[in-house]
T-cell receptor, first 111, second 112 residues
């Protein structure tokens, strides 16, 4: 079945640093891929998505490119802010008509 | 622009008590689901529904019941609460099983 592997955290960065959070997947066919963000005490929010190979999803300065050659969907941001501190989840559709989530990567950005 | 609304936000139960977590969505989504989030375990699917009158079990259904009498509502019932059910519960809805899901704010449940 489909699965996703996400780099473990926590990731600690200084403000304005470059961010990469790795995500690789195993899937049948070419499903849509998603990044979700969870701010402290809140639910998960869709951050960005890509629906086919070579698509680039982007939102709030974050980007991720759907790369079928490397089965990856890494999340990047050129200059992080303190307000980006959150837990980030990579996800794709799986069985049970549900989304399969990675374990989550906690990002802490310091001034 | 409510989206997915969960109530309550916090709840403390004694072992053996029962309660219902409420979930409502206003996006006319057919798919709804319940997840629990535990430290180190990620999100695990409890039950899901693909439309009114249709429900099915997810990965961790034991101790929970659901029903779907309307498109909008998908309540989760704890029959006899146990400390192992202490968790954060999230309800989600989507257009299908292959598209993005929209999540509620969560219910933090503690069973003592």
């Amino acid at each position: 079945g489909n699965s996703v592997t996400q780099m473990e955290g926590p990731v600690t960065l200084s403000e304005e640093a470059f961010l990469t959070i790795n995500c690789t997947y195993t899937a049948t066919g070419y499903p849509s891929l998603f990044w979700y963000v969870q701010y402290p005490g809140e639910g998960l929010q869709l951050l960005l998505k890509a629906t086919k190979a070579d698509d680039k999803g982007s939102n709030k300065g974050f980007e991720a490119t759907y790369r079928k050659e490397t089965t990856s969907f890494h999340l990047e941001k050129g200059s992080v802010q303190v307000s980006d501190s959150a837990v980030y989840f990579c996800a794709l559709p799986g069985g049970y008509n549900k989304l399969i989530f990675g374990a989550g990567t906690r990002l802490a950005v310091h001034p | 622009n409510a989206g997915v609304t969960q109530t309550p936000k916090f709840q403390v139960l004694k072992t053996g008590q029962s309660m219902t977590l409420q979930c409502a969505q206003d996006m006319n989504h057919e798919y709804m689901s319940w997840y629990r989030q535990d430290p180190g375990m990620g999100l695990r699917l409890i039950h899901y529904s693909v439309g009114a009158g249709i429900t099915d079990q997810g990965e961790v259904p034991n101790g929970y019941n659901v029903s779907r009498s309307t498109t909008e509502d998908f309540p989760l019932r704890l029959l006899s609460a146990a400390p192992s059910q202490t968790s954060v519960y999230f309800c989600a809805s989507s257009n299908s099983g292959k598209t993005e899901a929209f999540f509620g704010q969560g219910t933090r449940l503690t069973v003592v």
